[in-house]
């Protein structure tokens, strides 16, 4: 348990797929810092576990969002402004790049997969942020949006993906930038790797977390928690001189040269 108070605070929590998700591991501390939630998930697909799981918590419901459908976006935000009628938070914790897209040769990337690599994991949150910043109009909020360090960095295979989350990191500034005059902060979170379905089967990902572990002045991989509970500092009040900002939660791993 731990001390924020979110008991007056509601908002969204996009990207949930299964009890592995970032999201969910966001959802569970944000619950338990009191804060009421939507879980948004994909498709049907993923609808039953994102149910059971929203079960689990004391005051969450469940949405479906395509983030690739302007339709399935704009009815998101309906159902918030009539349940709610306003929104504190938002959390981002979505990304998808075609598979032929991922390991191989980033020379090789394709129109297709670039397109769809950016409309998912990076443009949406534009789309996003405009219906959450109208619903925080006038009383200020949060948004968080989940990155990793190939936008800095090369990681080999991550590709185009790398490309996307570089894309990502310069809307939360820009974002940032424009709706700072609200009260409404931006903000990223560069997670280091963790294991999650996202991050299932991509080969090499057992070495990738072995060689975290040696080279971060931890010593160590992160939890799913403490990415979770730097999302809630974030989203929280104990954050409120903070916009802008991409935070590394990577056992310091970004700083190391060797
Ligand atoms: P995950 O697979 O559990 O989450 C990804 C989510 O994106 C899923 O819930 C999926 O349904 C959703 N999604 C994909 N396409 C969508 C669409 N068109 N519309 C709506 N939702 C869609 O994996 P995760 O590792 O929890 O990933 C969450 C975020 O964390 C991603 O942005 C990822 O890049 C980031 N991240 C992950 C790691 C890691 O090592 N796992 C490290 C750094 C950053
Ligand atoms: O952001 C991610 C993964 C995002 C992701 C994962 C998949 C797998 C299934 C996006 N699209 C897809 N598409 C699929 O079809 N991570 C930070 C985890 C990750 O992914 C890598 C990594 C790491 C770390 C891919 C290559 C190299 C390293």
Excluded at 124 to 150: D, K, N, Y
Excluded at 188 to 211: H, N, W
Aim: hydrophobic share 45%; net charge neutral; proline share 3%.
């Amino acid at each position: 348990m731990y001390r924020v108070d979110l008991a007056d605070k509601v908002g969204l929590v996009m990207g949930v797929a299964n009890e592995r998700s970032i999201a969910w591991a966001v959802a569970r501390i944000l619950d338990q810092a009191g804060a009421g939630l939507a879980l948004v998930y994909q498709n049907d697909r993923v609808k039953p576990y994102v149910e059971g799981l929203a079960a689990q918590l004391r005051r969450a419901e469940v949405q479906a969002c395509d983030v690739t459908e302007d339709g399935q976006i704009a009815a998101l935000f309906a159902r918030l402004k009539e349940k709610w009628g306003r929104l504190d938070f938002l959390v981002h914790s979505i990304a998808f790049a075609p598979a032929t897209e991922l390991g191989g040769e980033f020379l090789a990337t394709s129109r297709a997969g670039f397109r769809e690599a950016l409309d998912v994991s990076a443009y949406s949150l534009i789309p996003l942020a405009r219906g959450a910043a109208e619903l925080m109009q006038g009383r200020g909020g949060a948004m968080v949006a989940l990155t990793f360090q190939a936008s800095e960095r090369v990681f080999p295979g991550y590709n185009v993906m790398g490309t996307a989350k570089a894309a990502l990191e310069h809307i939360v500034r820009q974002l940032a930038y424009e709706l700072g005059p609200h009260g409404v902060r931006v903000c990223g979170l560069s997670s280091g790797p963790v294991r999650t379905l996202a991050a299932r089967g991509i080969p090499g990902f057992p070495e990738m977390l072995k060689s975290h572990e040696e080279r971060a002045p931890l010593k160590r991989n992160i939890t799913h928690d403490e990415v979770a509970k730097a999302v809630v500092f974030l989203v929280s009040d104990l954050a409120s001189g903070i916009t802008g900002e991409i935070l590394h939660v990577d056992a310091g791993y970004h700083i190391m040269g060797v």
